[in-house]
């Protein structure tokens, strides 16, 4: 294996890491947004179960915005394990063409 062929392969592995620690910092977006939706939730099922209709309808409108906040992260989730994914087939190619 060429050195440049060993750089752009470091490269790429030092790549992978940064896609690794974004998928990292998504998935603790991603479990802050999902935790907020479901106290948001609960209050809504207590107010429900509390016969309070108006405080029930309010945490409900509160989910909105978790809800929508969820759905770009999941797909940037999608889209970055998608590449890190393919990193990881090549660079495991590339280990098994020269190994």
């Given amino acids: 294996m060429g050195e ?6 470091a490269t790429l592995r030092a ?11 998504i998935e603790h977006r991603l479990d802050e947004v999902r935790a907020a ?3 948001v939730e609960e209050r809504a099922m207590t107010a429900i179960r ?5 405080a029930a309808k309010r945490a409900l ?3 909105i915005p978790h809800a929508e906040a969820a759905v770009p992260l999941e ?3 999608k889209v970055v394990r998608a590449i ?3 990193c990881r087939w090549f660079l ?6 020269h190994g």
């Fill in 92 to 97: 495991q190619s590339a280990a098994t063409d």
């Fill in 15 to 25: 790549q992978l890491a940064e896609l690794e620690n974004e998928i990292a910092a």
């Fill in 84 to 86: 890190a994914d393919a």
């Fill in 37 to 39: 939706q479901r106290a």
């Fill in 50 to 54: 509390a016969g309070d209709d108006a």
């Fill in 75 to 77: 797909a940037d989730l």
């Fill in 61 to 63: 409108m509160e989910m």
């Fill in 4 to 9: 440049a062929e060993n750089s752009a392969l």
